[in-house]
């Protein structure tokens, strides 16, 4: 069974800054990765799908990379309403979650 | 977009059985997408119940297999949610949505707990 881990858990930055966040697969998935971003008492919402196709709807800021075991979300610039938990997913047999990073006001 | 909304009941007994639905509105269940139920739990996070194509096909996490069945309603552009031998570890945030490889629409979540 495929497992999937986030680091870090938490990410304390500034509006502005530049964020990055990655996600590691036990296995190879090639590049059959997604990332969400959730905010309090909202459901997760797809940022990036195939490991760098963005949603419909998502702004530029956000971008994916990787492929095989390391995946990277990068917010290019952080603007207040990015603060959120993000999650990756990838679907072997069925779909399964990463436990999230956090990434908060400094 | 399509859109997707939980209704049910927040509260269930130990032992006692969750019946939730997920109605389905701008488009139609018999599209080629699966429609599936994930729940967020204190415990366990972001965690996949099962699935349902409307043919009826279904598929369900291995560790609730015995506990979950979900089915679909054409007629009402809706599918269903059952688990039974409910405990407080199933406790926490009920969502439906819509699959391919990746949930691409999410309805807004429903808050089970269970209590006596």
């Known amino acids: 069974e495929i497992v999937l881990t986030q680091s870090p858990a938490t990410l304390s930055l500034s509006p502005g800054e530049r964020a990055t966040l990655s996600c590691r697969a036990s296995?190879?998935?090639?590049?059959?990765l997604a990332w969400y971003q959730q905010k309090p008492g909202q459901a997760p919402r797809l940022l990036i799908y195939d490991a760098s196709k963005r949603a419909t709807g998502i702004p530029a800021r956000f971008s994916g990379s990787g492929s095989g075991t390391d995946f990277t979300l990068t917010i290019s610039s952080l603007e207040s309403e990015d603060f959120a938990v993000y999650y990756c997913q990838h679907r072997s047999d069925w779909p399964i979650f990463g436990p999230g990073t956090k990434v908060d006001i400094k | 977009q399509v859109q997707l909304q939980e209704s049910g009941p927040g509260l269930v007994r130990p032992s006692g059985t969750l019946s939730l639905t997920c109605d389905v509105s701008g488009g139609s269940i018999s599209s080629l997408n699966w429609w599936t139920w994930v729940r967020q739990t204190p415990g366990k996070g972001l965690e996949w119940i099962g699935e349902i194509y409307h043919s009826g096909s279904t598929k369900y996490n291995p560790s609730l297999k015995s506990r979950v069945a979900i089915s679909v309603d054409k007629s009402k552009n809706q599918f269903s949610l059952k688990l039974t031998s409910m405990t407080a570890a199933d406790t926490g945030v009920y969502y439906c949505?819509?699959?391919?490889?990746?949930?691409?629409?999410w309805g807004q979540g429903t808050l089970v707990t269970v209590s006596s």
């Open positions: 296995q190879n998935i090639h590049r059959y």
């Open positions: 949505a819509k699959i391919v490889h990746y949930l691409d629409s």
